[in-house]
Each structure stands twice: as structure tokens, then as C-alpha cells.
């Protein structure tokens, strides 16, 4: 057990009743600008609202307050061996299904659902084939809940560790919480970086982003990296918060990560095809880009 876990094992490490409650509050901070004041009806956001807000709040809380630097370089020492198990990319699909809660009746997408729907959407809109590829596998990291990780080390926006917080990033003040938020280094504006130094030298906070990026760094052209890894930098693809970190490089690439954004955020179809049909042109994508068995 790591420091972090015995500090929190007094916390309910779970505050959502599943990680689509994380979404589902982004795309409440960043609606479709698509349906804006057209289809949205206030009765949509009702139930979340009431029923949801406080457990997200609290996830928020429990991200902010243990995602230290240290967590996050312990969780890297430890993830980033990748010696916790080998499977072929479709046993993934099946174990990270697992992640259903069959006890919540608003959620009627599963973990496949989601990523089939934005790797469609991408192949629809007549994208690179590694693009798709990277929608089908882009929350994949999600199964670091499966390896006993808590909802806060494996989703949730991300942001950088070693430097100063900013406001943008959702409820920051939950950061007082957080014992980084003390040192006087850490919280100077490029804390332990150097201005434009690039994000490739920036330890984000830990979870699926970071994993899934290291597990398919070498098959990946590299914007479909980008994407996989700073999908939920909110605070940077969003707001801008971060541009003192990044170099020009860094800019280039996230065009390509606010091109992904929406495909993650509002792809849902209604009338998606089976994956039994889909199956054919995924089995050959994925053995076009990825080894027969992949490393977790
Ligand atoms: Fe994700
Ligand atoms: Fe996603």
C-alpha cells in the first residue's frame, strides 16, 4: 500500500457511482456548441444535477487534494513497467467493460459504446486511419480501475504537478487541500520547469492520459499521442492556462487535440452500427498500427 492510499483509506474513494459522471460534467462545463439553446432542455441537466453534482464535487476534492508530485512519480515508477499483465487489445475491450454499473440506470453506454462511437465519428468525417484508431483506444487507460486505482487517479482533468495550480482548472480551490500547495517551489509559476520548456518535460497528474500514452508510444504517429495523452487538459486545450509551458511544438500538436476534443465529448449516436458489423475494418486497423498482444 502507498503513502497516498493509506492517507485516503479513511475517504470514500469512490465517489461516483461510475467514471461516465466525470464526463458527464465536463460536457455540463463545455457544452456542444452544436446544441446550445436548440435541443437542450433544462429537465436534461435536472437528474445530474441533483443526483450527481456532490459526488462529483467530492471526486474533485479527493483528485485536487492527492494528486501530489510524489503520487504522481511513484504512480509512473510503478504503472510504466508495464509488467501487470499482457492481453490482446480486444481482451482490453472486454476486461475494460468490466467498468459497467449495471446498478445505474442512466448509464446505457459501456466503455466499448463510448470509444466505437468516437472512432466513428472520426471515420466518418473522413480522418486519418490512425486518428480512428485513436478514438477507439483513447480511454483504454480507464483500465487502471481495474488494477485497484481509485476514480481520482484515473480520471478526471489533468494538470500539471511541480508548478503552480491555476484557477482555471475546475474547483480550484481544493487544491489548499493538497500538500504540494505549501511548497514554496512547487507553487511558483513554473515551479521545477523552465519557461517553454515543453510539455514532454511537464509531469501531468496521473491517470488513463499519461498511461495510455506510454503504452502506444511507438505505434502512434505522434498528434494521435497528443491526443491520447492530453485529452482531458482541460485547463490548456479549453483555456490556454498553461502556454508558459509549452513550446512551439506543443502548439502545432494540440490543434490536433482540439480537433479530437469534441469527437470525445459529443459523438453520441443514436443510431451507431452493431460492432459486429464494424468488427471487419477495426481488426484490421488494429493490426495495422498495434502488436498482436499489448503490454499493461
Ligand atoms: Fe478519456
Ligand atoms: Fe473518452
Known amino acids: 500500500m502507498n503513502t497516498n492510499q493509506i492517507n485516503s483509506a479513511n475517504e470514500n474513494d469512490s465517489p ?31 437528474d445530474y444535477e441533483k443526483t450527481e453534482k456532490d459526488g462529483v464535487k467530492e471526486f474533485y476534492r479527493l483528485n485536487h487534494k492527492y494528486q501530489t508530485f510524489d503520487f504522481v512519480m511513484q504512480k509512473k515508477l510503478d504503472y510504466l513497467k508495464f509488467d501487470k499483465k499482457e492481453m490482446p ?28 462511437q468516437t472512432s466513428e ?12 484508431l485513436v478514438g477507439l483506444i483513447h480511454d483504454m487507460g480507464k483500465v487502471l480501475c481495474l488494477f485497484g486505482e481509485p476514480q481520482w487517479a484515473v480520471v478526471g482533468d489533468t494538470f500539471p504537478v511541480g508548478c503552480a ?26 515551479g521545477v520547469y523552465t519557461e517553454n520548456c ?30 491520447l495523452r492530453y485529452h482531458s487538459f482541460y485547463a490548456q486545450h479549453r483555456e490556454n492556462a498553461y502556454t508558459h509551458l509549452m513550446n512551439e511544438k506543443d502548439h502545432e500538436m494540440f490543434k490536433w487535440v482540439a480537433l479530437f476534443n469534441p469527437y470525445d465529448l459529443y459523438s453520441k449516436n443514436p443510431n451507431q452500427k452493431s460492432w459486429e ?20
Open 165 to 190: 495550480y491555476s484557477d482555471k482548472i475546475v474547483y480550484p480551490e481544493f487544491f489548499k487541500e493538497n500538500p504540494d500547495y505549501n511548497n514554496k517551489i512547487y507553487q511558483a509559476k513554473l
Open 16 to 46: 461516483l457511482h461510475n467514471l461516465e459522471e466525470w464526463e458527464a460534467d465536463v460536457i455540463n462545463r463545455y457544452p456542444d456548441p452544436s446544441v446550445i439553446n436548440k435541443d437542450k432542455k433544462e429537465e436534461d441537466f435536472r
Open 89 to 116: 487489445i480486444w481482451s482490453a475491450f472486454d476486461f475494460l467493460n468490466e467498468l459497467v454499473d449495471d446498478s445505474d440506470p442512466d448509464t446505457d453506454l459501456d466503455q466499448m459504446q463510448h470509444l466505437v
Open 198 to 227: 515543453g510539455l514532454d518535460k511537464v509531469h501531468m497528474s496521473w491517470g488513463h492520459d499519461e498511461y495510455v500514452y506510454h503504452m502506444m508510444k511507438d505505434y502512434i504517429p505522434e498528434p494521435g499521442l497528443y491526443m
Open 121 to 132: 465519428a472520426i471515420r466518418n468525417d473522413g480522418h486519418p486511419d490512425w486518428m480512428v
Open 277 to 296: 458489423e464494424l468488427k471487419p475494418y477495426y481488426q484490421e486497423l488494429v493490426a495495422k498500427y498495434l502488436p498482436l498482444s499489448l503490454k499493461f
